[in-house]
């Protein structure tokens, strides 16, 4: 009877009788005392027992039995432990030694080997074809970030740095001039400055970084500076809380709004109404201009008298009769507030008969705020009513739809008005 005992293989459990354990005792001291004082011996120790036990069909429950045969097997088809190298031709190591050339552990020619290096090369072939495609895209990518960038990038500095910028007249939209003054008025405070400055950050900025990402992406720049980055981010939150207070501060003002409204009732409204100038705005002094679309300021820088442009519309009557109204609306941090800043609106229109005499502008008492005032004209006419206006009115500064601004002629449709040619 041969005693059994439990061994352990590269990790796997095996039972093996007492004669082929010795047998493989002195096999693995053999292949230990060869390798182990070499560069690399424990990982091709390590490799061996690894390949002994797959040539013993390890993993199986209950453990394989190894037998004295098994082993001889092995040691067949592994070799001996001096079968591992190949002496070198011709060549003698220190002390006359022959010099010895690791063995290869597999065999190149194989099919498993051929197979390996064509997968090899196929996956070698095809990161480097999807390599060049990625770097197609970032190209094409970076370039876009980078036009799109300096374009808003340009832009902006021109919105923000320059009092006018007509060369964006054409694709701005809404249109806007003179943004400096027109801040000024908004607000409500002459800091304009720092308002400047802190938008500028928070839009620049990342306007800046879209058209260096784009570039990184055109020239494969990989290298980064965390800390500049870290105190660019930290910079444009400051900026954009500092920005975010001081707006909200400002803009309070806008909190309440009231109105004070003027009506006339047409029981029996003229089939043509004429509309003649009152005051124009050539017949007051001012050496500040901005505007938002037909929307126009003018002020005296001197005295601060704040002038602007009337808002007139034209809805149709559903009846018979019609009427004319003339809305002020101010705005404030109180209702009472809101209704002072209403009345202070100093502005003059007149009706008699088919002749309403209506202002080019409003305006604002000296040492008083814009504060969102504005006047709103609504003339209802039935439909088919002829409106003329004045040959010395200004059209142009009206804030009603049309399409030859400077159309003097109208009829009054089911939804507009229609321009007539003289």
């Known amino acids: 009877m041969k005693k059994t005992m439990n061994i352990n293989i590269a990790g796997q459990l095996f039972r093996i009788d007492e004669d082929a354990y010795e047998i493989l005792t002195r096999y693995l001291e053999h292949v230990s005392s060869r390798f182990r004082t070499e560069q690399g011996g424990e990982e091709t120790i390590s490799d061996i027992e690894t390949r002994i036990a797959e040539i013993f069909g390890g993993g199986n429950e209950p453990p394989t039995l190894v037998s004295k045969e098994m082993v001889s097997d092995m040691i067949n088809t592994m070799g001996a432990p001096e079968d591992y ?195 124009n705005i050539s017949s007051n002094s001012y050496d500040e201009y901005a505007s938002i679309d037909d929307f126009a300021f003018y002020r005296q820088s001197a005295s601060g008298k704040l002038f602007a442009t009337v808002d007139l519309d034209f809805p149709t009557s559903d009846t018979t009769s019609g009427w004319i109204s003339v809305e002020k609306r101010a705005s404030s941090n109180s209702n009472t507030e809101a209704w002072t800043n209403a009345r202070a609106i100093e502005y003059n229109w007149k009706h008699s008969g088919d002749t309403l005499c209506i202002d080019e502008f409003f305006s604002i008492p000296e040492g008083n705020k814009w504060n969102g005032s504005i006047v709103e004209i609504d003339i209802s006419l039935p439909e088919g009513t002829i409106i003329k206006f004045d040959k010395d009115m200004k059209t142009e500064k009206w804030g009603y739809r049309r399409h030859n601004p400077y159309a003097r002629i109208f009829r009054v449709t089911e939804w507009d008005l229609e321009e007539i040619e003289e």
């Not at 020619?109 to 970032?138: I, Q, T, Y």
């Not at 607000?187 to 400047?196: E, F, G, H, K, Q």
Request: net charge positive.
């Open 85 to 279: 190298y190949d002496a070198t031709s011709g060549g003698t190591g220190e002390g006359g030694n022959i010099s010895y050339t690791r063995k290869s552990m597999y065999d190149p020619n194989s099919a498993s080997a051929r197979l390996g290096k064509a997968l090899s090369d196929f996956f070698r072939a095809f990161g480097k074809l999807m390599s060049m495609v990625l770097r197609v895209f970032a190209v094409i990518f970076g370039t876009i970030f980078t036009i799109i960038g300096f374009v808003l990038l340009f832009s902006f500095v021109l919105v923000l740095f320059f009092h006018n910028a007509p060369i964006l007249s054409n694709v701005m939209e809404p249109e806007i001039t003179n943004m400096h003054t027109l801040l000024s008025i908004v607000l409500n405070s002459s800091m304009v400055t720092p308002v400047i400055i802190l938008t500028a950050i928070v839009v620049l900025m990342p306007l800046g970084a879209l058209t260096y990402l784009g570039i990184k992406m055109i020239f494969n720049i990989r290298k980064n500076s965390r800390p500049f980055g870290l105190i660019m981010f930290v910079t444009w939150i400051a900026a954009a809380c500092a920005l975010a207070v001081f707006l909200s501060l400002q803009l309070s003002v806008y909190s309440n709004n009231e109105r004070i409204t003027e009506r006339v009732k047409l029981d029996n409204p003229p089939d043509t109404l004429y509309i003649v100038p009152g005051k």
